[in-house]
């Protein structure tokens, strides 16, 4: 079992809907969490922490539930430009980055 | 530019080739990490500098990769007697020490195909 798990997808939405991603950790040891956003044939980038208090960033809003070691991200208003891969990372002491497989996003007109 | 750049880009090897992949931090990032995707998957840890030290080389999947920071600086991967199952991009991601010490800023990756 992979120690970040998260729907691969693909998700196909049209624009303006509201689409949720949700990925589970396995390691309760682990210290940090995010999602990083992956154009195709592009690096990962930092979308946002995901905090025990919740975040939320614009459209975008981040929930850690510690108990149940699960990290959501929750888009609004999705833009043709959301279209991405999504992953679910998780931060371990020395700082190595774990990552989720990744949930494909698709935005269509 | 003021990113991690990575060398080359693009690299395709015969099997059983040797292949050096280099990366240039961030100036003044300390940590420096290199990280393997393969296609459809997210990246995956292989080792972890702190200056010139390797603190962390769990990930490497053989004693065929092998990774160096001599300066602390430029960091390169070797990969020795390249294998088909090594064919994926390589990334390599730079952290500063303290300027929001969790974010790690991801080259461009070096996409290896092994024939």
């Known amino acids: 079992r992979k120690e970040v798990e998260q729907d691969p997808g693909p998700f196909n939405v049209p624009e303006g809907a509201t689409v949720a991603f949700n990925c589970t950790y396995s390691?309760?040891?682990?210290?940090?969490f995010f999602w990083y956003r992956q154009d195709c044939r592009k690096e990962p980038k930092l979308l946002m922490s995901?905090?025990?208090s919740g975040n939320e960033d614009g459209r975008f809003t981040a929930q850690l539930n510690r108990a149940s070691q699960y990290i959501s991200l929750l888009i609004r208003d999705s833009k043709l430009s959301d279209s991405a891969t999504y992953l679910c990372?998780?931060?371990?002491?020395?700082?190595?980055?774990?990552f989720g497989q990744g949930t494909e996003l698709s935005v269509k007109p | 530019g003021a990113g991690v750049s990575q060398s080359p880009r693009y690299k395709v090897a015969k099997r059983g080739q040797d292949v050096a992949l280099r990366c240039d931090p961030i100036?003044?990032?300390?940590?420096l990490f290199w990280y393997q995707q393969a296609l459809g998957q997210g990246p995956e840890f292989l080792t972890y500098?702190?200056?010139?030290?390797?603190?962390?080389k769990s990930g490497l999947p053989s004693d065929r990769f092998f990774a160096e920071r001599p300066e602390g600086s430029v960091s390169t991967l070797k990969i020795q007697r390249t294998q088909q199952e090594d064919s994926a991009v390589y990334l390599c991601?730079?952290?500063?020490?303290?300027?929001?010490?969790?974010?790690?800023?991801f080259g461009p990756g070096t996409r290896l195909t092994v024939t």
């Open positions: 991601a730079t952290r500063a020490a303290r300027d929001r010490p969790y974010e790690q800023y």
């Open positions: 390691n309760s040891a682990s210290q940090s």
């Open positions: 995901v905090y025990s």
């Open positions: 990372v998780v931060n371990k002491i020395g700082g190595k980055l774990i």
């Open positions: 100036s003044g990032h300390v940590s």
């Open positions: 500098f702190q200056n010139e030290a390797q603190l962390d």
